[in-house]
């Protein structure tokens, strides 16, 4: 008597694909977009198809994020030199031929108009875990010091563009890696050390290097007008200074419980700047209060424990470094969003993860979550 098989169904032929995925992951990234669409339907109210526009990044950062959970992180190390060659041959191309707008040249025609240094916040991270993976058990002083050329010299291509929002994030994305991989506290004391000095002296001595005729040297003019004017909003309250003073009034009118959804003043009189982008954590303070923002910050905290959970139970030095890096990636991006929104920090152009609008930030942040669950899945794989 012949045996019967049955056909499996799509949903046992599917199932593997989603076995193995970190739960705890998802659930902060659920929480945290949700937030972020409830905030852009009331701040992006007049600003067209804005909301249905960010629902439809939201799903391509999820299929990314799926798609690059599938890839074993053995595989992901494979693609770690690649993908930085090429970043690095496109921030070269765009410093050549690239496409100028308003002052600064950071993009670049390949047949679709291209941000370069976008690869880099991935291709950075995977390319120093790539190092210190090689080099696992017999480093030296020398490996730290190619890792920093290795940082430094697309850092250096992202800030002549110039574009110093980008280029801090991927110098902390690549002094995480650095810093995991067992960089000396006598080399990070040091340099801790002369930052906070550099801070209290210009504190000190605010309105001399603040002259309109003095000129700093390192930085370009509209760099040193950011942060005279973080110092001291007040001193261009209807120029340089509006959007700050905007987005602290926003934040403080919210209060405790906040004016309500829909019902913030600051945002829908149109007071706050980029309030779909880089400004809309005022908003959302805006509208929620404080609690709001405590629960917000909340969902940030569950989402960064967990990856670093995940870096620590990463069976390789690749796998370990890239999770870690890429978690206190999305810190550095709340926290220098949050920061510059409530003015203690000045404004560069980095976004809210999750909530402000931006196609090419919300893919980073699925490949950035995708790598995270595909590192996670490996792990729970490899223990079943």
Known sequence: MSAVFEQPTLWQRVRPMFSGFDATLAVAAALLAAAGLITMYSAGFDHGTR???????????????????????????????????IGLALLVATALFGITKKGATRWLNVGVVVQPSEILKIAMPMMLAWWFQKREGR???????????????????????????TAILILSAGLYVIFFAGLSWKLIIPVLVLGAAGIVALVVSQERLCDPDVVWVALREYQKHRVCTLLDPTSDPLGKGFHIIQGMIAIGSGGLTGKGFMNGTQTHLEFIPERTTDFIFAAFGEEFGL??????????????????????????????????????????????????????????????????????????????????????????????
């Not at 917000?296 to 670093?308: H, K, S, Y």
């Not at 203690?344 to 669950?373: D, K």
Request: glycine content about 12%.
């Open 51 to 85: 909301f249905v526009d960010h629902a439809r990044n939201m799903m391509l950062a999820l299929v990314i994020m799926f798609v690059v959970a599938q890839i074993p992180p053995q595989k992901l190390m494979g693609l770690a030199v690649p993908l930085y060659a």
């Open 291 to 384: 609690f709001g923002v405590i629960g917000l910050l909340l969902g940030f905290t569950l989402l960064i424990l967990r990856g670093l959970m995940i870096a620590g139970e990463a069976p390789t030095v690749f796998a370990r470094l890239l999770a870690g890096a890429i978690t206190l990636s999305f810190f550095t991006y709340a926290f220098v969003n949050m920061g510059m929104v409530s003015g203690v920090l000045p404004v560069v152009g980095i976004p809210l993860p999750f909530i402000s609008y931006g196609g090419t930030a919300m893919v980073t942040l699925g490949l950035g979550l995708g790598l995270l669950m595909s590192i996670a899945r490996s792990r729970t794989l490899m223990q079943s």
């Open 139 to 165: 480093l030296h002083a020398p490996d730290f010091a190619i890792a920093g050329l290795l940082l430094l010299v697309p850092v250096g291509l992202v800030v002549k563009q110039p574009d110093l929002g």
